[in-house]
């Protein structure tokens, strides 16, 4: 785990390398899928994984979905700055290795993130450089259809989530790009060119 999350003194980022991508928006709107699409028509565009102390689900492995660790290992991590940002959903923790991403943008690499907004914010003030993407939702309605046309969820559930998406719309400010999700193919490509301009 340590030598894949971790390792050594951070490499340098030479000047006009593709720059990191920061992905994020409200719950719903569609990140995954957007990502997902992109990265089947071009898997060199490279996605971190995430560390989480979360239990694996069915079919999840180790170092391919998420960095699977207990909550000593991910302490060690945060401690010895060893994670470029993290945050707390649902009682687990998630953080993205900072030296991968790192190392991959020293070999001209472009590097996607997608998170939260949490931590959008945290890579904006230890990344400074990086390029934060916002995806929107066509309207609220829209974003209220996809959050609660599951019904799976109990209404407190689905309450919590729209007041967290509200948060999350507010904040569109703070991103340098914003993409309108009217179009998975349109917006992927959009996010493609993001990715491969430094």
Do not use: C
Not at 50 to 70: C, I, K, L, M, N
Not at 168 to 197: G, I, K, P, Y
Request: no cysteine.
């Amino acid at each position: 785990m340590s030598e894949v999350v971790s390792g050594g003194t951070s490499p340098a980022v030479p000047p006009g390398r593709p720059r990191l991508t920061v992905l994020s928006g409200p719950s719903g709107v569609g990140k995954s899928t957007v990502v997902a699409h992109m990265r089947q028509a071009h898997p060199e565009i490279w996605l971190s994984v995430s560390a989480t102390t979360r239990s694996p689900r069915p079919g999840e492995r180790h170092g391919v979905q998420y960095f699977f660790v207990d909550d000593g290992e991910f302490d060690k991590l945060v401690a010895n700055g060893e994670l470029l940002e993290w945050a707390e959903f649902a009682g687990n923790r998630y953080g993205t290795p900072r030296n991968a991403v790192l190392e991959r943008l020293a070999a001209g690499e472009p590097v996607l993130l997608e998170i939260d907004l949490q931590g959008a914010r945290q890579v904006r003030e230890s990344m400074p450089e990086a390029r934060l993407v916002f995806l929107a939702p066509p309207s609220w309605e829209e974003l209220v259809r996809r959050l609660t046309g599951r019904g799976t969820e109990a209404p407190e559930v689905i309450e919590r989530r729209l007041t967290a998406a509200r948060t999350e719309l507010a904040a569109e400010s703070e991103f340098d790009h914003t993409l309108v999700n009217t179009s998975v193919e349109q917006v992927a490509a959009e996010l493609l060119a993001l990715t491969r301009t430094s």
